[in-house]
Each structure stands twice: as structure tokens, then as C-alpha cells.
């Protein structure tokens, strides 16, 4: 492979596997060879460090605050504002927790990680109202991320977050809530056609007792589990919950399912299918090992191919991540990060259902992608967005607790600033625009966007011309 193609190449996969690279990173690691350059990537710590936004002792303190109010028939003044508070807290804390996550994906030395953590929140998308549980869950798909997914699924299974959007808490003996048995199979291992709805009600039976104590530990509760024989997958036992985790596993089509996914997310929108069952023999035979999962995806040739390279929307947090590293971006008022997610459809923390988002040509309607070309220009010449009456996330709840509130029109600036000397230092002196053009934009170079940069007098204008095109959405 000449140096042109393998500069290509890494550039793709730092695409793909992060959130872009810096050009003089990118002109050291196309000196060495492909397969060296995703062992770089992939030779990384993975776990943490956790996010920290919301301290156990606050979580603690306000849960004993709310189980003294609601053991109560009637509520004073007083304390219907106590508990209006807690609420207003909390929603605080979760602004604080989705940016705390923004801003490190932003800063990090460990972008694959970040990556990795950003499609497990997607595959096990779920809302919590507490932000501790949030942050419980975020923390459980970064320490497992790159590791295995066994361990992954099963933790998921029994964070708090999970058991309460899925209704496990719910799950009793003599009554069993089968939200969450259903949900783990179509959605999060098997997909539909590789189950039966009695193996739904029978895993339903097996997971009752799966709940959380009020310090935001996994319990179980032997009193609510049927321990009486359960016939799951045609085998018959007295199973529990992780029984059957165990049993999902052991069926090639939870690997085919996930490798699907993971080829959507990292690959191309359509699947291959003959690719995406070379990954699940290969996931399969290494045990869910998912480290050995990308790895033999990033060393994959196809994972290279024309078809593949710049044919990717970006995802909002993708595109806005991106952004703000390629151009050292600081935000003064990190709230419009906020704004930005829910103005273009991705609100991290809080996700449409538990499906997650769909992605692909979804990210991009009429309004969000005028919204996109206007970002780049906005964020790097500190301009003023106008977000059509949307509130913040944190108004919204305050506005749902007081119905005489209606939402103002919003107007924010961007107030950030992007280092423009140390971007530009990153560049031979005598770039051309074009070769910038090249580097900021993954699909090929058209005379279209040539005949656009050509009359720029220098580097900065060119790369605000160029990441304001529709071509610098795909990655």
C-alpha cells in the first residue's frame, strides 16, 4: 500500500473509530502500517475513569428527602416545594451530566472508548429520571465497552436505570411484567424471529425478584422470584435471570445480531450480510470478546472500500464532537451544546424509545440539516443561533411542573472560541487549500467544492467554507 492510500486509510478509521485525527497525528501514523495503527488504537485502557457529575451522597440524601414526602397522604406548601426542588436538582444535574460527557468526548486522549461507550448508550437506549442512574449506566457501558459482553449485557441487566425503564421493579411472582424479557431479546441480543412469545413469558418469570434498593444497588429479591420450572428455548429448569442470559448467549444469532449492528454503526447503513456474519463467527468463537470484534473489523479490507468511506451521516454528537476537536473549540456557555442536541434530534441521556435513535438518513430533515451548515460558521465566528421557540431541556421540566409557563423563543450565542493558531500550526505552511479541503472533508474532492475554496485567500476561510458544505456531514 503507497503512503497516499494508507494516510487515507488511517484518516477513515480515526473517522470511524473516533472522532477524527489531527494532521500532524495522521502524517506520523501513515509512516506505519495499517494493521499497527489499529493495534495503536486498540491498545488502550478499557475502563474509566467513571463520570462523577452526581456524588452518591446527593443522590442518597435527596432519596431520603422523597421517601419521607411520599409516605406522606398530604403535602404541606412547604413541602410540595421540597419536592419541586428535587425535581428542578435532578434536571439540573442531568444538563450537567450529558455536557460533562460532551466535553470529554471532546477532550479525550481515548476516542475509541468514547466511541464505543457513545453506540452501547444507543443499543441500550434508556431514559432515567434520576441522573444518578444515568450516570450509573453511562459508566457501565465504558467500563465494559471494549471488553466483554456478556459481562456488559449483565450489567445493564441489573443497573437501576434498566430495571426501572423496563419495569423489572414491577416483576413479581404470580404477576409477571414481561417489558423487560421482551425488550432484551427483540432489542438488545436476539432480534425478532429468534424467539417465541413464550420464551418471552417464561424469561419473564426467570428475571422476577431483579430489582434495586434505594442506595442504587442491584438486590434480589427471593420473596417476588418464581423459583418453579420454567421451559426457555425448548430447555426446561427452574431458571433465573442470569440462566437466561446465559442461554441467549449461547445462540449464534445474538452475536449475528449485534455484529449487524455494529457493522451499521461503524460500516455502512446496509449491511453486508456475508461481512456481518464473518464478524459474528468470529465474536462467537472469541467468547463476545469485543476488543477481538473491532480489531478484526478495523483490519478488515472492506472496512476500506470505496463503498464504505464517506457515505456516513454523522450523528448530531458526532458532527458537533468532531467540530469542536478538529478546531480546539472552547465553550463559554456550554449550554448551546445542549441546545444544538435537541434542535438536531440527539439528546444524549434521552433517547426517542427504547429502540434508541435510528440514525442514518433520519439525522437529516429540511430544518436540522440548514441548521448543520449554519453550526461550523457559527461556532468559529462566535455567531447567534435562533432556536425557534425550543426550550432547554431544563426549562421543559420546570415549564411541565408549572403549566401556566409557556416557552420563550430562544436566541443563544455561540460564545465559543476555536484556536485558530494552534489549528492552523498543525499545517505545513505551504498547504494548499485544496490539500486542506482534502483532509477536513472524508468523501473525494469535487470540482464543485475546488471551484468553491479556490477564491479564499487563506487557510482559516477555506475551513470554515469547507466544513459549512453538505459534504463535511458524512464521515
Request: include cysteine; proline fraction near 5%; charge should be positive.
Amino acid at each position: 500500500m503507497d503512503r497516499k492510500d494508507n494516510f487515507a486509510n488511517i484518516k477513515h478509521l480515526y473517522n470511524r473509530a473516533g472522532f477524527g485525527i489531527a494532521y500532524p497525528d495522521l502524517l506520523q501514523l501513515s509512516k506505519r502500517r495499517l494493521s499497527k495503527a489499529v493495534d495503536k488504537l486498540l491498545d488502550i485502557p478499557h475502563q474509566g475513569p467513571d463520570l462523577l457529575t452526581v456524588s452518591a451522597d446527593e443522590f442518597k440524601q435527596q432519596q431520603l428527602v422523597l421517601a419521607g414526602l411520599n409516605g406522606k397522604k398530604d403535602l404541606s406548601p412547604e413541602e410540595k416545594q421540597q419536592r419541586e426542588d428535587i425535581t428542578k436538582a435532578r434536571n439540573e444535574k442531568s444538563r450537567d451530566l450529558n455536557l460533562d460527557w460532551v466535553q470529554r468526548m471532546i477532550a479525550t486522549q481515548n476516542p475509541l472508548l468514547e466511541k464505543m461507550t457513545l453506540f452501547w448508550h444507543g443499543h441500550f437506549a434508556c431514559r432515567a429520571n434520576n441522573p444518578f442512574y444515568s450516570q450509573q449506566l453511562n459508566n457501565i457501558q465504558r467500563n465494559n465497552a471494549l471488553g466483554n459482553f456478556k459481562t456488559l449485557l449483565m450489567e445493564v441487566s441489573k443497573s437501576p436505570a434498566m430495571l426501572d425503564y423496563l419495569n423489572n421493579q414491577q416483576n413479581k411472582k404470580g404477576h409477571p411484567n414481561e417489558n423487560f424479557s421482551r425488550e432484551l431479546m427483540e432489542l438488545f441480543t436476539l432480534g425478532r424471529g429468534n424467539y417465541t412469545e413464550t420464551d418471552i413469558k417464561e424469561a419473564a418469570r426467570s428475571f422476577t425478584g431483579w430489582a434495586y434498593n434505594k442506595n442504587g444497588d442491584f438486590e434480589f429479591n427471593p420473596k417476588v422470584h418464581d423459583e418453579k420450572a420454567k421451559t426457555f428455548f425448548g430447555q426446561t429448569g427452574t431458571f433465573d435471570g442470569e440462566a437466561i442470559i446465559d442461554l441467549i448467549l449461547q445462540k449464534p444469532e445474538t452475536a449475528n445480531f449485534i455484529c449487524r449492528k455494529i457493522y451499521i454503526f461503524f460500516v455502512n447503513d446496509t449491511p453486508d450480510e456475508t461481512h456481518v456474519k464473518e464478524l459474528a463467527a468470529h465474536f462467537y468463537e472469541q467468547k463476545y470478546d469485543i476488543s477481538a470484534l473491532m480489531k478484526r473489523l478495523f483490519n478488515a479490507d472492506w472496512f476500506y472500500g470505496k463503498e464504505n468511506t464517506g457515505n456516513k451521516i454523522k450523528s448530531p454528537v458526532e458532527f458537533l464532537v468532531n467540530l469542536s476537536r478538529e478546531f480546539y473549540v472552547t465553550y463559554n456557555k456550554p449550554q448551546i451544546l445542549i441546545q444544538l442536541q435537541t434542535s438536531l434530534g440527539q439528546y444524549l441521556f434521552n433517547p426517542p424509545n427504547v429502540a434508541g435513535w435510528p440514525g442514518g438518513k433520519s439525522w437529516i430533515d429540511s430544518s436540522s440539516l440548514m441548521l448543520r451548515l449554519k453550526i461550523p460558521s457559527l461556532v468559529l465566528n462566535d455567531g447567534i443561533l435562533d432556536f425557534n421557540g425550543k426550550a432547554d431541556p431544563e426549562e421543559e421540566a420546570v415549564i411541565a411542573l408549572n403549566k401556566k409557563q409557556k416557552p420563550r423563543p430562544v436566541k443563544s450565542y455561540v460564545n465559543a472560541q476555536a484556536d485558530w493558531s494552534k489549528f492552523l500550526s498543525c499545517f505545513p505552511k505551504d498547504m494548499k487549500q485544496t490539500e486542506l479541503a482534502s483532509f477536513l472533508l472524508e468523501p473525494t474532492l469535487g470540482k464543485k467544492v475546488s471551484d468553491i475554496i479556490i477564491s479564499n485567500v487563506n487557510l482559516k476561510n477555506t475551513a470554515i467554507a469547507v466544513t459549512s458544505m453538505p459534504e463535511y456531514q458524512l464521515c
